[in-house]
């Protein structure tokens, strides 16, 4: 397997532009977690799916956060419209289950918001 | 809730050995480890479960305290290729509904000199 594969590896887009980040998790893998990475506050998860269904949503930082998971090996963390402070690595991870297993990380989309 | 870490950045020479902590104010199922090097994602380490086990994985080993929601990596004999920054992430023991996810620390920075 490949891995998780994150698109795209980096992004720069204008303040107010919409942006879309993508992910395929490993085959067989029934969560996926999308996290946000900055120097100020390390690693947040934002929100993790179950079998394509989002569990846990609390992390999303404002309403201009969404993520969808349409089917088992693809999902998108959409920010509408795109802000300066967004500007962060976005991870995306999955795992086979949600307790005491290896979340295996994509390489993350650095997002840079001018 | 986010877990504690600490040291905050370590230096240290080849050879040489390091400790670093984290805690929860939360009793929790699992301590994962994961180290992350410049630009790269995070690459698992180890998981330790409830349960009060050490884990080793060559010269890195990690403890688990559940009772102290504490969990301690153990690096010995440094070597160069140990440099990055070391994060734990948390698994709570208790949560309404289902999991909450893989919750990280802010991480430990750790430098190798020759």
């Known amino acids: 397997d490949a891995g998780v594969i994150q698109s795209p590896r980096h992004e720069v887009t204008e303040m107010g532009q919409e942006v879309t980040l993508r992910c395929k998790p490993i085959s067989g893998h029934d969560y996926l977690f999308w996290y946000r990475q900055t120097m100020m506050r390390g690693l947040e998860l934002l929100i993790y799916f179950n079998n394509n269904v989002p569990i846990d949503d609390s992390g999303m930082p404002e309403d201009r956060f969404s993520a969808k998971m349409p089917n088992a090996s693809f999902s998108t963390l959409k920010i509408q419209p795109s802000e300066p402070r967004d500007s962060a690595v976005y991870f995306c991870?999955?795992?086979?289950?949600?307790?005491?297993?290896?979340?295996?990380f994509g390489q993350g989309t650095r997002l840079t918001v001018v | 809730q986010q877990p504690v870490q600490s040291p905050q950045a370590v230096i240290l020479r080849e050879g040489e050995d390091a400790v670093i902590n984290c805690s929860s104010s939360k009793a929790l199922y699992s301590v994962h480890w994961y180290r992350q090097k410049h630009g790269e994602a995070p690459v698992f380490l180890m998981i330790?479960?409830?349960?009060?086990e050490q884990k080793g994985h060559e010269k890195i080993s990690a403890s688990f305290n559940e009772k102290k929601q504490q969990s301690s990596l153990y690096l010995t004999a440094s070597q160069l290729s140990y440099s990055g920054t070391y994060f734990c992430?948390?698994?709570?023991?208790?949560?309404?509904?289902?999991?909450?996810?893989?919750?990280f620390g802010k991480g430990t920075h750790l430098i190798i000199q020759p």
């Open positions: 330790l479960l409830k349960g009060g």
């Open positions: 991870a999955s795992s086979l289950t949600n307790r005491g297993t290896e979340a295996f």
């Open positions: 992430g948390t698994e709570n023991e208790y949560s309404g509904g289902g999991a909450d996810g893989l919750t």
